[in-house]
């Protein structure tokens, strides 16, 4: 077929080309004018010249303006797939909006950040806290030939003991049970450099530590072996309070006076309750005047008064058993007014009283101290 060699442009008026096919060869043709077409058979592909290289309108490199996320169907799960360490390195300050940082672990690096367990731990002493341990051993194990129990408790496989008094001071640590008769060796996680530091915790399962907690205090060297680990009783487990018998009793966690100690005493006026004695955390004393004696407290006594006779003494028992008494007071009940008597020490636990007028009953009321 013959080729038509066009001088001119061809103006079409806007008619549709059918079969247009560019130039095609494995490359590309000399001298090229702005958006000459070009079908490069090496590629498989139609390029179009810009004036400085052949471009691929297909290849992302060569696509220009703005893309919509929209329009990019694996954008999202893509993006969001990465992981923040596989982006670049913040080079400013990160800002985290008020919101807090989750999940970290322990730092390592005198760089790294501090979770907040790690920071209580450190105003505690604390440098970490280990998995607990079943005993603690506060005496030499046979570490070649395990026993079958320690510390009074007899150990499976898998569970693991403290060993803090070996004669070898440096085969102190933490170590798993393998089975009696076999030999021990160092739990995994206390087993390697950084493992075990100054400050760090277990705390006892069972055996007579039980509930308590062991802290390391020496300064490590090297890899757990290499040094000697130092383990300090850090806790107690708890306060136990005992009841001595002495007048107090101790149920569950409440403390009450042991009735049984209680001097009790039923009389005309009623019941009475003695003091409970030094022996047992009183005073000695089984009366209540006799209790005020031996803390050196004053008592007092007070009551209405019988029918006085004018002129003659009246009697009044006050049981303050004693003669060291202040003047007794004599108030009149209907009008609150003290009058004056004649007051009379009888004995340790009496008074008498004498008015120069004859009185009924109730009239007056009268009170001592002593």
Do not use: C
Request: hydrophobic letters at 40%.
């Amino acid at each position: 077929m013959a080729t038509t060699d066009f001088r001119f442009p061809i103006k079409l008026n806007k008619l549709p080309v059918q079969g247009l096919v560019p130039e095609a060869a494995s490359s590309p043709p000399t001298a090229p004018v702005e958006g000459q077409l070009w079908t490069d058979t090496a590629a498989h592909v139609v390029k179009f010249w810009n004036l400085s290289a052949w471009k691929n309108p297909l290849a992302r490199a060569d696509h220009t303006g703005t893309q919509t996320a929209s329009t990019i169907s694996d954008l999202a799960g893509t993006v969001q797939g990465y992981r923040l360490d596989q982006f670049a390195a913040p080079t400013g300050p990160l800002n985290v909006n008020g919101q807090r940082v989750t999940n970290g672990a322990a730092p390592t690096a005198a760089s790294d950040l501090a979770t907040k367990d790690y920071v209580d731990n450190a105003r505690a002493g604390i440098a970490g806290v280990k998995d607990p341990v079943e005993v603690a051993a506060t005496s030499n194990v046979n570490l070649a030939a395990l026993p079958a129990t320690i510390d009074g408790v007899t150990l499976t496989v898998g569970q693991s003991f403290l060993a803090t008094a070996q004669t070898t001071a440096t085969e102190n640590g933490i170590y798993a049970y393998p089975g009696a008769g076999l030999a021990g060796a160092r739990r995994t996680d206390a087993d390697a450099i950084g493992e075990i530091l100054d400050g760090t915790l277990v705390a006892v399962g069972q055996g007579t530590k039980a509930g308590t907690q062991f802290i390391q205090t020496a300064t490590p060297s090297g890899a757990p072996g290499a040094w000697t680990q130092t383990w300090t009783q850090f806790s107690s487990g708890g306060q136990t309070y005992t009841a001595d018998g002495q007048g107090i009793e101790l149920t569950g966690t409440a403390f009450s006076i042991k009735l049984a100690d209680v001097t009790l005493a039923k009389s005309a006026s009623g019941l009475t309750v003695g003091l409970v004695p030094v022996a047992k955390g009183g005073t000695g004393a089984t009366t209540a005047a006799g209790g005020r004696a031996a803390l050196g407290a004053a008592g007092k006594f007070s009551a209405n008064v019988g029918a006085l006779t004018g002129g003659s003494a009246l009697n009044v028992a006050h049981n303050l058993n004693t003669a060291d008494v202040l003047e007794p007071s004599l108030r009149e009940i209907s009008s609150g007014e003290l009058v004056g008597a004649k007051f009379v020490v009888v004995d340790a636990n009496t008074v008498s009283v004498t008015t120069s007028a004859s009185y009924a009953a109730d009239t007056f009321r009268i009170t001592v101290v002593g």
